[in-house]
């Protein structure tokens, strides 16, 4: 018989390290667009979403999290921080509306 409380304690340990995993990831991703940023490349949240096949809405956070944790140890819970605390205590997603999209949008609505 598996000892349940052994099975319980490293589900919960695989859980925590994926979720820190996770925001390692996206703290990366954040950090490494930002330094193209300085050299000149456009954050277009919508178009790197594509390229990465991400939502926009994530590559903003992921941006938004760099910007305002340049280092993750100074994250307020610190490693059992989650992305969706974090999500939700930085700016929000807001998307920008593009006039070549918006009339593509219109142009496949009518047919």
Known sequence: MPDFEELRAELTEAIFNHRWELL?????????????????????CEELGAQLGQRAKTVHYCLELAKAYPRLESL??????????ICKSLPPYEKVKNEKRGKANSQTETR
Not at 76 to 85: F, H, L
């Open 76 to 85: 307020p819970d610190g490693k059992c921080a989650s992305w969706y605390k």
């Open 24 to 44: 390692v990831g996206y703290h990366s991703i954040g950090k490494q667009l930002l330094k193209a940023s300085v050299r000149g490349y456009k954050l277009d």
